[in-house]
C-alpha cells in the first residue's frame, strides 16, 4: 500500500467518523475519539504544543491586554450615553474601508446591548455617514434575528412581517448614509448583505456590488457577503460561489485576508454536501497553497488568520496536502475552538488527531 493511498485511507476515516458523529448515531456517553491517533505522535518533535496544553476556549490568542482595555472603555462610554468616542474611533481608521467597517461593526455590537446613544450620535451629526451605517448594519442584524426566531413563541408570520420591514428600514437608512459620504463602501456592504433576504433578483443585485467595488474593490465584508447571495441556498449555485471565490484568490492585493474566502466556500460545500461535495483534490492542491501563501503576507495581529487557519489546516489534509497542514498547525499552536473541530462533541481529540495525521505523514 503506497504512503499516500494509507495517508487518504486515515483522512477518509477521520471525516467519516466526524461526520457519523453529526449525524447523532454516536453512544450519548463519552463518544470515541475522531479516529485512533497514530502511534508513537509526539507533538514536541513536530514543533506543535503538547496535546495537554490545548485550548478548545479560543480559536486563537485573546486580544492584547491593551487592546482590550481600549475596546472595554470604549464600549463603556458609549453604554453610558456617549458617542464622541464613537466618531473618533470611526475617524481614526481614515481611509482604510476593511478596518472602517471592523470599527463599524463592533459599534453595532456595542448598539445591539443598548442603541440611546447611537441616536444621539445620529443626531449630532458627526461622522454622519458612519453613525447611519451603524443604524442601517443594526436593523439588518435585528432583521435576520426575527426571521430565525429569536423568539420562540412568535408565529412564524410575524417573524417573516418584522424580516421584511426591518430589511426595508435597513436598506433605507443604508441609502441615506450613502448620501452622507458617497465616497465610503460602507454602506454598500449594508445593502449587498440585506439584497438576499429582500430578496434582489441577480440583474438587481449587480449594480449594488459595482456600487461596492467601485470605492472598495478587495473590501473582505463585502466579498463575504456578496459570496453569501451566489451560494445555492440563496440566488446562486455552487459552481457561481465557488468562482466568487476563486476570483477572490487571484486577485486579492497582498496584505489582504480575502483569499480566504476560498476556504469559507469550502465550508459552505462541505456543511450541505459532506466531503464528497468538494472540489477534486487537484483543484484542491492548485489554489490551498495559494491561499496559504497569501495568509503568511497578512501583517499581525489579525483576528480573522486563526479562523481561516484552522480552516485552511481542515481542507488541506483533505485535499492530502499534509505539509500545508503542519505549517498551519504550528502557527496555531494551542488553540482549537473553531470550525471544523467545534463540529464535533470533542474539538480536543479532533485537533489533536488532525495535527498528528499531518505530522506523520508530512516530508519534514
Known amino acids: 500500500?503506497?504512503?499516500?493511498?494509507?495517508?487518504g485511507i486515515a483522512v477518509l476515516l477521520s471525516l467519516l467518523t466526524r461526520r457519523r458523529w453529526n449525524s447523532g448515531t454516536a453512544p450519548a456517553a463519552v463518544p470515541p475519539p475522531v479516529a485512533a491517533t497514530p502511534a508513537g505522535f509526539d507533538p514536541a518533535r513536530y514543533g506543535l504544543t503538547p496535546s495537554a496544553e490545548l485550548d478548545p476556549g479560543r480559536a486563537g490568542p485573546p486580544l492584547p491586554l491593551l487592546r482590550r482595555k481600549e475596546l472595554e472603555a470604549?464600549?463603556?462610554?458609549?453604554l453610558a450615553g456617549g458617542w464622541r468616542a464613537a466618531a473618533a474611533y470611526v475617524t481614526a481608521a481614515g481611509d482604510d474601508w476593511d478596518e472602517r467597517w471592523s470599527r463599524l461593526d463592533f459599534l453595532t455590537q456595542v448598539a445591539a446591548a443598548r442603541d440611546a446613544w447611537l441616536t444621539a450620535w445620529q443626531e449630532s451629526g458627526?461622522?454622519?455617514?458612519?453613525a447611519a451605517t451603524v443604524h442601517?448594519?443594526?436593523?439588518?442584524q435585528r432583521a435576520w434575528e426575527a426571521r430565525d426566531g429569536a423568539d420562540p413563541q412568535v408565529a412564524p408570520a410575524e417573524r417573516a412581517a418584522a424580516f421584511k420591514a426591518l430589511l426595508a428600514e435597513a436598506n433605507t437608512t443604508a441609502r441615506r448614509a450613502a448620501e452622507l459620504d458617497p465616497r465610503d463602501p460602507g454602506p454598500w456592504v449594508v445593502l449587498v448583505t440585506t439584497a438576499r433576504g429582500v430578496p434582489l433578483t441577480r440583474r438587481q443585485f449587480r449594480p449594488l456590488w459595482e456600487e461596492l467595488t467601485a470605492r472598495a474593490p478587495h473590501h473582505v465584508a463585502g466579498h463575504w457577503q456578496a459570496m453569501r447571495y451566489w451560494c445555492a441556498r440563496w440566488h446562486g449555485s455552487d459552481a457561481l460561489m465557488l468562482r466568487f471565490a476563486e476570483r477572490a484568490v487571484r486577485t486579492a492585493p497582498p496584505g489582504s485576508v480575502l483569499p480566504g474566502l476560498y476556504l469559507?466556500?469550502?465550508?459552505?460545500?462541505?456543511?450541505?454536501?459532506?466531503?464528497?461535495?468538494?472540489?477534486?483534490?487537484r483543484r484542491l492542491?492548485?489554489?490551498l497553497p495559494m491561499v496559504?501563501?497569501?495568509?503568511?503576507?497578512?501583517?499581525?495581529?489579525?483576528?480573522?488568520?486563526?479562523?481561516?487557519?484552522?480552516?485552511?489546516?481542515?481542507?488541506?489534509?483533505?485535499?492530502?496536502?499534509?505539509?500545508?497542514?503542519?505549517?498551519?498547525?504550528?502557527?496555531?499552536?494551542?488553540?482549537?475552538?473553531?470550525?471544523?473541530?467545534?463540529?464535533?462533541?470533542?474539538?480536543?481529540?479532533?485537533?489533536?488527531?488532525?495535527?498528528?495525521?499531518?505530522?506523520?505523514?508530512?516530508?519534514?
Do not use: I, K
Open 1 to 7: 500500500m503506497t504512503p499516500a493511498l494509507v495517508f
Open 74 to 78: 470604549l464600549a463603556d462610554s458609549c
Open 126 to 130: 458627526a461622522e454622519a455617514c458612519a
Open 136 to 140: 442601517a448594519r443594526l436593523l439588518a
Open 264 to 281: 469559507q466556500a469550502l465550508a459552505e460545500l462541505e456543511q450541505r454536501h459532506g466531503p464528497l461535495g468538494l472540489p477534486d483534490a
Open 285 to 287: 492542491r492548485e489554489l
Open 292 to 364: 496559504a501563501s497569501a495568509l503568511a503576507a497578512v501583517p499581525p495581529p489579525n483576528d480573522q488568520l486563526p479562523l481561516l487557519r484552522h480552516l485552511l489546516a481542515h481542507f488541506a489534509l483533505v485535499s492530502q496536502q499534509p505539509d500545508l497542514a503542519l505549517e498551519q498547525f504550528r502557527e496555531l499552536g494551542p488553540w482549537c475552538g473553531a470550525h471544523p473541530w467545534t463540529a464535533t462533541p470533542h474539538p480536543v481529540r479532533a485537533f489533536d488527531h488532525a495535527r498528528a495525521v499531518a505530522a506523520t505523514y508530512a516530508s519534514a
